[in-house]
Structures are given as C-alpha cells and as structure tokens.
C-alpha cells in the first residue's frame, strides 16, 4: 500500500492542474459554461475530494496507531 500522504498530494497537484485549466478555458471562451471548463471543474473537484479523504484516512490510521 502506498504512503497516503503521497497520494493525498498527487490528487491535490492534480486538482490544482485541472483547475488552471479550466480557469485558462474559461478565460479563452469567455464564458464558464462551456463542457470542457466544467469537465475540467469536475474533476477538479473529485481530486480535491480524493486529497481530503486520503488525508483523513491518514490521520485516522495514525491516531489509531497511537492507541
């Protein structure tokens, strides 16, 4: 099993990443409902979501450790 620490880091580059892009989209339309900006957002949104849940799994293994 890998370091969910790294994991959570990864998933949070990766949010930052496609949230530049969509910021760039939207910037390029002109508009934000565009599907491709709100692709982007979306799965900036679900790395972002993965990030905060590895991190919580991460604190709760290590507070049961301690126990």
Same mark, same amino acid.
């Given at each position: 099993? $890998? %370091?969910?620490? =790294?994991?959570?880091?990864?998933? *949070?580059?990766?949010?930052?990443? /496609?949230?530049?892009? *969509?910021?760039? $989209? *939207?910037?390029?339309?002109? =508009?934000? @409902?565009? @599907?491709?900006?709100?692709? /982007? *957002?979306?799965?900036? =949104? ?7 849940? /590895?991190? $919580?799994? &991460?604190? &709760? &293994? #290590? %507070? %049961? #450790?301690?126990?």
């Amino acid at each position: 099993m $890998r %370091n969910l620490k =790294t994991q959570a880091v990864i998933y *949070a580059i990766m949010g930052v990443l /496609f949230l530049y892009f *969509a910021i760039q $989209r *939207a910037n390029e339309i002109g =508009t934000i @409902w565009n @599907w491709q900006t709100l692709i /982007f *957002a979306g799965v900036a =949104t679900l790395d972002f979501g993965l990030s905060i849940k /590895f991190i $919580r799994i &991460h604190l &709760h &293994h #290590k %507070n %049961n #450790k301690k126990e």
